[in-house]
């Protein structure tokens, strides 16, 4: 398993925007695949974004694909995510995962996941 941390989330009204960051304190390999889940009350835990850390392939939920956008700083071993124009219905826990994964995408089922953070949450007010 891989530790990883994330940060940057918080209380903002719609309209905004956040960075979400997740760090892992360890190199990570190429042969990775990280993803952003989020959980918001009486829900069910939801594939966000994800990533492969080897070519930067990406896949995103449908409904947040044109205001996300999931990056990766390989030399700071650090994933972001990017959220603009950010609605109420965003508000949730969100957490980043890891895998050793060698397909071409990211996969979406948080199954697929052996390493999680612990969560940070967004609040969007409307």
């Known amino acids: 398993q891989v530790p990883l941390e994330e940060s940057g989330g918080g209380l903002v009204q719609a309209g905004d925007s956040l960075r979400l960051s997740c760090e892992t304190s360890?190199?990570?390999?190429?042969?990775?695949?990280m993803g952003w889940f989020r959980q918001a009350p009486g829900k069910e835990r939801e594939f966000v974004a994800g990533?492969?850390?080897?070519?930067?392939?990406?896949l995103y939920l449908d409904s947040v694909k044109d205001r996300f956008t999931v990056s990766r700083d390989r030399n700071k071993n650090t994933m972001y995510l990017q959220m603009t124009n950010l609605k109420p219905e965003d508000t949730a826990i969100y957490y980043c995962?890891?895998?050793?994964?060698?397909?071409?995408?990211?996969?979406?089922?948080?199954?697929?996941?052996?390493?999680w953070g612990q969560g940070t949450q967004v609040t969007v007010s409307s």
């Open positions: 995962a890891a895998t050793l994964n060698t397909n071409i995408y990211p996969p979406r089922e948080s199954t697929d996941y052996g390493s």
């Open positions: 360890e190199r990570t390999s190429l042969q990775y695949a």
């Open positions: 990533i492969k850390w080897r070519n930067g392939n990406t």
